[in-house]
């Protein structure tokens, strides 16, 4: 027996005096028996091989003198006769063995490490050698290329005589195989931790060349054979190929460059992040409906809300309906997800968010009282506004929305005047800007009546002119704010009647004089004490009388060539406008003055004169009336007689004489006399005239 010892070497346990030769790789023995050993003693002898403890069949060898056996047997490739022998994986390759010359025709048998795979060969014909005394045995393994055979030995065996095998040389296999890549399973990796994959490759030969691509095979995010990303974020999640490659030279054949690749998806899980959840704004008496975007991986297992730490509920919505302005405030979405890292436990993370609901609504202006107010204060409101949110613009008109008195939050008019009573409108606008809505202007308004109040104005009332006899009646017009509470007049400070009016009948001129009217009223101004306030007004009241009344004028009798000078009197109320002297006998006589007078006066201004003296009353409330009034006097103006026609007279003696001269003379005479001048001449009138005749005629009757 043969066997390997542990040095490798092949040790026999036999007559050692035969000479045998023997090769060991480990894996096998080939014994080699001289031809100088008896074929007697061979022939039925039995052989067995080993390793140690381990001890194959035995083989009995028989020796026939007519046999040739086989002494060698070739194994080659068609393509490349290296070992070892480079197959690609899947491909085919032939090889085939070849006996030497030998007869009988051999059995080739086939081992790939052992294993016999004979019937994957097809045995060929034998060729004759020698002229057939000998052939030459052959077989052809179409060997495909298998991974689980690299490294494998492959030998062919030949037999030709019973027990007496003859292995050939032994060739390696070596398999070349594209990369084959393990141990890259979808990966999960939580945010911000270092994303580390150690992939387990397969290759023969080694790769030269590794790295990892995102979406296509071109977009290179890193050159190495593991693939480590520090710091990882969500937006690296993907899908990932990792790529390899190598270069195939199998036996007897051009090289190829082979590469493979694995696709994995990269899953950066994180904790969730709110996204558009933002502070809210909704409209009074609408419904909250705020629906979170959450960018969770893996998506949210729980989520609920609270506000201001009380719970509400659980949901992935809030809906808070017909929402009120006592539902603002501070809400928190809370929301957790469940991460699985790949090679570590699982972690709750929680996430919150807050934010404000704010409730808006259109201005609630408290209700302004209706305003009384003092004129010439300064008036000052200032109203209480619940509004959400705060005012934009706020104004007071008057009447209408657009007679527009102030603009501000307070009203305040200083110096206040009675023709600010009215009422007046608050108008206040808002805009309401609801989340994910238009803008909405929403104004209210409330209406108060501002009251200016102050104390009695009188007027209507001057000084009154009335006709006496008549009734006097005085009506004042009183603007007062409020009524007044009490009236009376006084004429001298002296008191004489309550009552919204004064009359006086049949007034005569003696109660002309300075009346007052006095008003008094109760002013209430807001938020102070009542204040009695009064006013008067003076005036006079003329009490006309019904016309000029002039004092009797006397007849006058004045001596011509004296001075006339008549001084009438008037009583008059009111005094004459205009005052004239007027001749009876003469239309077209006017001397315009009060006093009469005719220096050197003469006859013939004797005459009736009259005086006139023209008022006008104006009786308060109704038309002037022109009044005149006459006094008639006459002048006399007196001078002594004046005699003419009285010619010198010749007259027969004895005749009856008549002289009858012609006297003017004012007043008339009242004697005439006659006288016989005895002087020297007609004319002398001296004491030595004998008086003829006497009486109170004007003429002479004589008989001479």
Known sequence: MAYVSYDGRCLFILDHTISYTCICNYSSIILTVPGTIDKDILNGSRWTCGSQSNVSNPVTLYVDSNIIPITKVNLTSTLSDENPIKVVSGSKHEFICTTDASRPAARIQWYLSGTNITDEASAQPSICSAGCETVISSSILSYI??????????????????????????????ILYQPIISGIPDYNVTEGNTLSIFPIIDANPQPTLFWWSRGGENDVVYNSFNLTIR????????????????????????SEELKSRKMFHVNVQYQPFFLEMEDHNVTEGNDLQIYPVIDANPQPTMLWWTRQNDFIYYGSNLTIKNIQRNSSGNYTCLVMNTLTPSGKSPQNRTSQKMFYVNVQYHPAVSDIPDYNVTEGNTLGIFPIIDANPQPTLLWWSRRDENDVVYKGFNLTISNIQRNYSGNYTLLVRNTLTPSGMPSQERTSKTMFHVNVQYQPVISEIQDYNITEGNDLKIYPVIDANPQPTMLRWSRHNDFIHYGSNLTITNIQRNLSGNYTCHVMNILTPSGKSSENRTSKKMFYVNVSVNQPMIAEINDINITEGSNLAIYPVIDANPQS??????????????????????????????????????????????????????????????YKAVLSGSPDYNIEEGSTLTLSPTIDANPSPTYIWWTLSTGPSAQDTSDNSVIIGAGFGSGLFASL
């Open 145 to 174: 290329g298998n991974i689980t055979d690299n490294g494998k030995t492959m030998y062919c065996t030949a037999v030709n005589v019973e027990g007496q095998s003859v292995n050939s040389t032994m060739k390696s296999i070596d």
């Open 577 to 638: 406008t205009s005052v004239w002297w007027s001749r009876q006998s003469e239309p077209d006589f006017r001397f315009y003055d009060t006093n009469f007078t005719i220096s050197n006066i003469q006859r013939k201004s004797t005459g009736s004169y009259i005086f006139n003296a023209v008022n006008i009353l104006a009786p308060s409330g109704m038309p002037p009336q022109k009044r005149t009034s006459q006094k008639m006097c006459y002048v006399n103006v007196q």
């Open 231 to 254: 710091n990882i974020k969500r937006n690296f999640s993907g899908n990932y190929t990792f790529l390899v490659s190598n270069t195939l030279k199998p036996s007897g054949m051009p």
